[in-house]
T-cell receptor
Framework: KAGVTQTPRYLIKTRGQQVTLSCSPI?????VSWYQQTPGQGLQFLFE???????NKGNFPGRFSGRQFSNSRSEMNVSTLELGDSALYLC?????????????FGPGTRLTVL | AQTVTQSQPEMSVQEAETVTLSCTYD???????LFWYKQPPSRQMILVIR??????QNATENRFSVNFQKAAKSFSLKISDSQLGDAAMYFC??????????FGKGTLLTVNP
């Protein structure tokens, strides 16, 4: 079974631009979560989707948004990029997303904002 | 809100020896799960071990075991017979009722040959 895939793996953008990251979950998984990983803040939860519905959202500004499609694939978008948005963005999929579910992580998208 | 604290930013161990990574958490929920994830350098994060809060028996996966103290809200990871491949960042995580994992800041484990 294929693992979680994320595209692109690396991105370089400039301040003020917007970016879209994509995540394909493991086949059969309906929950997709996004996390931002930085050296200073560690892993911070962005949002979680299940069956195209956002069930939870972390404490990030409205510039961060996401969506999930009917095939469970998910995208996240960051508008008006700031230098502080430079991070590794991790996507994780799970069967249903409840607390007991193991989350399977993708390799991440490394975003650099110049 | 739940919080997870890993008080050891870095740890080192000699190959073949045992090391224990610490984790404490805070929650008002009674039903939850705790996880240890491993993130090797430039590689994907993978689950090492999972503990269900309502189970008193400590989880074990081969060389990895936990010491779960529910009353003290403590969840430490013991790695026995450490191997070079165990070198990684280890994250303690909490999974509860709100469809997300809350992570600690991580412990960077170095294994010395």
């Amino acid at each position: 079974k294929a693992g979680v895939t994320q595209t692109p793996r690396y991105l370089i953008k400039t301040r003020g631009q917007q970016v879209t990251l994509s995540c394909s979950p493991i086949s059969g998984h309906r929950s997709v979560s996004w996390y931002q990983q930085t050296p200073g803040q560690g892993l911070q939860f962005l949002f979680e989707y299940f069956s195209e519905t956002q069930r939870n959202k972390g404490n990030f500004p409205g510039r961060f948004s996401g969506r999930q499609f009917s095939n469970s694939r998910s995208e996240m978008n960051v508008s008006t990029l700031e230098l502080g948005d430079s991070a590794l963005y991790l996507c994780a999929s799970a069967l249903e997303g409840q607390g007991h579910n193991e989350q399977f992580f993708g390799p991440g998208t490394r975003l650099t904002v110049l | 809100a739940q919080t997870v604290t890993q008080s050891q930013p870095e740890m080192s161990v000699q190959e073949a020896e045992t090391v224990t990574l610490s984790c404490t958490y805070d929650t008002s929920e009674s039903d939850y799960y705790l996880f240890w994830y491993k993130q090797p350098p430039s590689r994907q994060m993978i689950l090492v071990i999972r503990q269900e809060a309502y189970k008193q028996q400590n989880a074990t996966e081969n060389r990895f075991s936990v010491n779960f103290q529910k009353a003290a809200k403590s969840f430490s990871l013991k790695i026995s017979d450490s191997q070079l491949g165990d070198a990684a960042m280890y994250f303690c995580a909490y999974g509860g009722s709100n469809y997300k994992l809350t992570f600690g800041k991580g412990t960077l484990l170095t294994v010395n040959p």
